[in-house]
C-alpha cells in the first residue's frame, strides 16, 4: 500500500457544466495537498498555493522538458515553454519587448477599435454565441495587430482556432480538425518565415522580420526555432485569450449586480479583471522532475511528471479569504493565473488590455444581457474552457 494518496480522475477531457470542474478541484485541493494521479499513465498532482508557488521556482527540480502531464516525452516543441534555464531567458528576451507593457500602451488605440468593430455587428441582432463571434474575432485581430501582420488573414486564424477549440470534444474526428489546424499553423509560418527571409521588412515592426534577424549564442536563430516560437504565440494568444474572456462574461450574464457596478464605476474594470483570473483560472502546467527528491512529503522520483495545478491554487482559501467568492475590488490579489517565476505567460500584458477593453467596449454597446437558453453552458476540462456561452439582450 502506497503511503500518499492514490486516485484516478480525469483532469482532461472531462465536459461538465460551468463551474463544476473548479468545485471538484476545491474538493480535491481540501482533501489532499498531493496525491498520484493514475488516471493514464500517471502524474503527480499539487493542489496547494505555497507548494505550487515552491516548485515553480525550482526549475532544477521541475524541469520543463515536458508541460503536460499526459505526455512525458513529447514529439513536438512549444518554445520558449519547453526550455530550461539558462537557454530560456535567451529565447525570451527576443520576445519581451513585443509584450512589455510599453508595446501594449502604444497599441491600446487600435485594441480598443477593434474591440468596438467587433461588438457593433452584434448589438442589432439581440443575442450571440458569445464564443463563436467576439470570442472568436476579437483575440485573432488583436494578435495581429501585436505582431505587426494586418487583419487580412483574420478569418484564416479564426478557422484554426474554431478547429483546435473543437478538439476538447475529445471526439476521433475533432482531433484530426485539431491536428490539421495545427499544421496549417505552422505551415503559415514557415512561408511567411521564407518571404521574410527574401523580403524583410521593419524588424522594429514585424515580428516575424525581427526573429530572422535574431541570434542565439552568436548564431542566427534556426528557422525551426522561428516557426516554433510562432505556433505557440499563436496558440497561446488565441484560445487561451477566447477561453478567459468568455469565463468573464459568463460571469458578468449571470451575476447582474456585479455587472452594473462595472458600468457604474469603470476603474474598477482592472481589479475586476484580476479577480476573474484568480476566481476562473483556465490552465494548469506541468513539469518533469530531474532527481529523486522528497517535495514536502511528497516522494517524486526522476522521470515523473508533477502537475501544476494552477486553477487550484489560485483558489486556496489559505491564500486568498472567501476563495470561492468573486470580489471585484480584492486587494492583494497574487493569483497565478498567468504562471509563476520566469516562466509567466510572455502576453499577461496584452492579455490584461484585451480583457479590460472587451469589458468596457462591450458595457459600452450592451449593457444590459443575460445567459440564454435553459440549461447552464458547458465546459472542458483541460483548458478549462466554455464550449459556447448564448447571451441575449433586449
Not at 505550487?52 to 512525458?72: G, L, M, R, W
Not at 529565447?91 to 485594441?111: C, D, G, H, S, T
Request: aromatic content about 10%.
Amino acid at each position: 500500500m502506497a503511503d500518499y494518496p492514490e486516485i484516478e480522475v480525469d483532469l482532461t477531457a472531462k465536459i461538465a457544466p460551468a463551474g463544476e470542474h473548479w468545485k471538484e478541484l476545491d474538493a480535491l485541493r481540501e482533501q489532499h495537498r498531493f496525491f498520484w494521479n493514475t488516471y493514464g499513465s500517471g502524474y503527480w498532482v499539487l493542489t496547494r498555493y505555497d507548494d505550487i508557488k515552491e516548485a515553480s521556482h525550482q526549475p532544477d527540480i521541475f524541469s520543463n522538458h515536458s508541460i503536460v502531464a499526459t505526455d512525458p516525452e513529447p514529439a513536438y516543441r512549444f518554445l520558449p515553454s519547453f526550455l530550461d534555464p539558462p537557454q530560456h531567458v535567451k529565447y525570451r528576451r527576443l520576445l519581451n519587448r513585443w509584450f512589455a507593457p510599453a508595446a501594449v500602451q502604444k497599441i491600446a488605440p487600435e485594441i480598443t477599435r477593434h474591440a468596438r468593430e467587433t461588438i457593433e455587428p452584434l448589438v442589432a441582432a439581440g443575442h450571440t454565441d458569445f464564443c463563436a463571434t467576439f470570442g472568436d474575432q476579437y483575440p485573432v485581430k488583436v494578435f495581429l495587430l501585436s505582431i505587426g501582420l494586418d487583419t487580412s488573414d483574420a478569418d484564416f486564424f479564426v478557422s484554426c482556432v474554431r478547429r483546435m477549440s473543437g478538439a476538447i470534444t475529445g471526439l476521433e474526428e475533432d482531433v484530426a480538425q485539431m491536428m490539421a489546424a495545427w499544421g496549417e499553423v505552422a505551415a503559415y509560418w514557415t512561408d511567411k518565415v521564407a518571404d521574410r527571409h527574401a523580403r524583410p521588412l521593419d524588424p522594429n515592426a514585424d515580428i516575424v522580420s525581427h526573429l530572422c534577424r535574431s541570434e542565439v549564442d552568436g548564431a542566427p536563430l534556426p528557422d525551426a526555432d522561428i516557426i516554433d516560437l510562432m505556433v505557440t504565440l499563436t496558440l497561446g494568444s488565441l484560445d487561451t485569450l477566447k477561453s478567459q474572456l468568455g469565463w468573464c462574461f459568463y460571469h458578468l450574464a449571470a451575476h447582474p449586480d456585479d455587472r452594473r457596478r462595472l458600468i457604474a464605476e469603470p476603474e474598477l474594470i482592472p481589479s475586476a479583471v484580476e479577480e476573474f483570473l484568480r476566481a476562473y483560472p483556465i490552465v494548469p502546467m506541468a513539469r518533469k522532475v530531474t532527481r529523486d527528491i522528497d517535495f514536502n512529503g511528497c516522494p517524486m522520483r526522476k522521470g515523473d511528471m508533477v502537475m501544476l495545478t494552477y486553477p487550484s491554487a489560485t483558489r486556496d482559501p489559505r491564500e486568498f479569504p472567501d476563495a470561492d467568492k468573486v470580489i471585484l475590488d480584492r486587494f492583494p490579489n497574487r493569483h497565478m493565473a498567468f504562471g509563476v517565476s520566469e516562466h509567466r505567460c510572455l502576453g499577461s500584458h496584452l492579455a490584461r488590455n484585451e480583457m479590460q477593453t472587451a469589458i468596457r467596449e462591450w458595457h459600452r454597446l450592451i449593457p444590459d444581457y443575460r445567459l440564454a437558453g435553459d440549461e447552464p453552458p458547458l465546459a472542458h476540462h483541460g483548458q478549462i474552457s466554455l464550449m459556447s456561452l448564448p447571451l441575449a439582450w433586449d
